[in-house]
């Protein structure tokens, strides 16, 4: 049995209704009906209107057991919500509904992965900006999904799939996500990249299905501080945490120069990274794998993707958002899904002995 995906549908403003709408009616062009049954957390209005405004003959409708989603040949499944008032809001524009109504849908999905009624969820994009109004503090999915299900450790890992047969693409963890570069050498602490180093070698493994994963850190600083001349984060912090997860088994190396570190990874001398900051993950992720690029969150209790992109605002409602990211993320929850016991139709849980 295929195994069952809940897709959220984001913040409704934002361009996620719109690639949820053009990856669902075209399944036999993007092969995801061969792989999965889809359904998607959100509001059945407002994928009704995405949908009349695309011109797209895709059938929406309500569904009441997980059980029954049919393959999405031109039918959306839809888990409706029903949250928001479509005169409250236009797209382009983040408010409080829509960061209430992005909340409601990720909420309900979470529920279904931690009582394995899904094998995973894909997250539509949602705007900082909207969650805040709404009154949730949380910079971002990572850390809303956290909260939702109580994981004390998680990471952001960007994975930039490969573009041609011999490619590794490029796997990235971030020791941290969204700071301010003028606080980022107070946030960063041993602690912090302990964690990283750890749930890098837990996605290689658990994943990617690496036993024995080639992993490096890369420096805060250029040079990886040339020595103390340009900062001392990696002798105090980073170098003495890599010298410990070795010490502990972890197959990993560094810190190196982020620009040359990155080179190698792409030369597919390393198969993760883990990287001090934003940025320095990012940018090579989406110039490498721009519209396929994926973002996973590592140490929650079950399978979580997402596109690598945000809400769009400047072209949301136009028609013409590329849904490639959230395809690929679809296909990387279906794989990585089925290495993790959550699932109607993923890998059954291990039967405990008599």
Do not use: W
Not at 79 to 104: C, H, W, Y
Not at 201 to 222: D, K, Q, S, T
Request: charged fraction near 25%; aromatic fraction near 4%; charge should be positive.
């Amino acid at each position: 049995m295929k195994p069952v995906i809940a897709i959220t549908m984001g913040d409704p403003a934002g361009i996620g209704p719109e690639i949820i709408v053009k990856t669902l009616s075209k399944p036999l062009v993007n092969r995801i009906e061969r792989i999965a049954r889809p359904v998607v957390v959100g509001d059945r209005g407002v994928l009704e209107r995405v949908a009349r405004r695309l011109k797209s003959s895709c059938k929406i409708r309500t569904l009441l057991d997980l059980e029954s989603i049919p393959l999405p040949r031109k039918v959306l499944s839809v888990i409706d919500l029903n949250k928001m008032d479509l005169s409250a809001f236009a797209a382009g524009r983040p408010t409080a509904a829509g960061g209430q109504a992005a909340v409601e849908a990720i909420r309900q999905a979470v529920q279904l992965a931690l009582a394995r009624r899904v094998a995973g969820i894909v997250t539509a994009p949602i705007s900082k900006e909207g969650l805040q109004a709404a009154g949730y503090p949380f910079p971002g999915h990572t850390e809303l999904l956290a909260e939702l299900c109580g994981a004390k450790e998680v990471g952001m890992l960007m994975v930039s799939p490969p573009r041609f047969k011999k490619d590794p693409g490029l796997r990235i963890l971030l020791a941290t996500t969204h700071v301010a570069l003028r606080n980022l050498p107070d946030r960063l602490t041993r602690e912090c990249v302990r964690t990283a180093i750890r749930l890098a070698h837990e996605a290689a493994r658990r994943y990617f299905g690496l036993r024995r994963p080639r992993m490096a850190v890369a420096a805060l600083n250029p040079h990886a501080g040339e020595g103390g001349l340009f900062g001392h984060e990696e002798a105090e912090i980073i170098r003495p945490v890599v010298e410990q997860a070795r010490r502990q088994g972890i197959p990993v190396s560094g810190p190196f120069p982020a620009d040359s570190l990155i080179r190698q990874a792409f030369d597919g001398k390393y198969d993760i990274l883990v990287a001090m900051y934003h940025d320095q993950a990012l940018i090579p992720i989406k110039l490498l794998g721009f519209g396929r690029a994926v973002n996973v969150t590592v140490g929650l209790p079950f399978v979580r993707t997402s596109p690598d992109h945000g809400t769009a605002y400047d072209i949301a409602g136009k028609g013409i958002a590329d849904p490639g990211s959230l395809i690929e993320a679809i296909r990387l929850a279906v794989a990585f899904s089925k290495n993790t016991p959550s699932a109607l139709g993923g890998r059954p849980p291990e039967q405990k002995p008599p």
